[in-house]
């Protein structure tokens, strides 16, 4: 069992207190892994905090905050979690029943609404070119996985970062399933929870319109928006993200 802090403290050591801390969840997105959050979890661990970073197997909404909710039944204590882009929207189903989950941090993420899909808001407003840099490979099952033409996921994914960062995220990239594009969300967690928004000006993934969108619907508690920042902003801008996810995390304590 992942052991994270113990609630109902009130005294004892240093030690003690940064027990208390809440452990922090991230869950990555479509066309990424969980070392794209390395440079954020350095930085979370720096700062005293327990860190996961969840496996998100991209197959379809229901499966992979299934997968999410199993890892957090596991945690004592309270937790702060964190999703990047179609991450988002698995927090938001992910979360669901878990009272020690005390704060979501949505990562240039999507929060859908019940019954929405992120296939949906991606198209709700104008400005997403991904479809137009998707490369398909079909399965057996009849869906199929989307990956990012590696000569177009520099500028499309992450182009704030050198072309050599960038070409290993593209090789290192993990599909998206289409039944995970289209599936719609449950009822989100984010009605519940109180959340925190960072996203990029720059987004080619999720336009800056829906950004503003969901988290204006949300009731974001804090909204941070990165003037020149791409879509991959773990890698790009892990300061500002660490200090978001530091701030929700502030809260719980």
């Known amino acids: 069992m992942v052991r994270g ?11 003690e207190r940064e027990h208390m801390k809440p452990t922090i969840v991230l869950v990555h997105g479509a066309f990424a892994e969980s070392a794209s959050w390395n440079e954020v979890i350095a930085q979370l ?3 005293g905090y327990p860190v996961i970073a969840a496996p998100n197997p991209l197959r379809s909404v229901s499966g992979d905050a299934a997968v999410v909710s199993a890892l957090l039944a596991t945690i004592d204590g309270p937790v702060v ?5 179609y991450g988002g929207q ?29 296939g949906f808001l991606s198209g709700k407003f104008p400005g997403s070119t991904l479809g137009e840099t998707l490369r ?6 009849g869906s199929v996985d989307l990956f990012i033409r590696p000569e177009k996921f520099h500028q499309q994914f992450i182009g704030d970062v050198s072309a050599e960062v960038a070409a290993l995220a593209a090789a290192t990239q993990r599909p998206l399933n289409t039944t995970a594009l289209n599936e719609g969300s449950g009822e989100p967690a984010w009605k519940n929870v109180p959340s925190w928004f ?9 336009p800056l319109a829906a950004h503003r ?11 941070v928006e990165l003037p020149g920042a791409s879509h991959a902003i773990p890698a790009s801008e892990p300061a500002a993200v660490a200090e978001t996810i530091l701030r929700a995390a502030r809260s719980v304590a």
């Not at 398909?136 to 099952?141: G, I, S, T, W």
């Open 5 to 15: 802090p113990r609630s109902g403290w009130n005294g004892g050591t240093l030690n």
């Open 45 to 47: 661990q720096a700062e």
């Open 81 to 85: 979690l964190a999703g990047h882009s």
């Open 90 to 118: 698995v927090i938001s189903n992910a979360a669901v029943g878990h009272d020690n989950v005390k704060a979501l941090v949505f990562v240039a993420a999507f929060a859908p609404e019940a019954g929405e899909s992120i």
């Open 136 to 141: 398909e490979v079909p399965l057996a099952d």
């Open 198 to 206: 960072i996203y990029p000006e720059l987004d080619l993934n999720i």
């Open 213 to 223: 969108f969901m988290a204006e619907r949300a009731g974001a508690r804090t909204t």
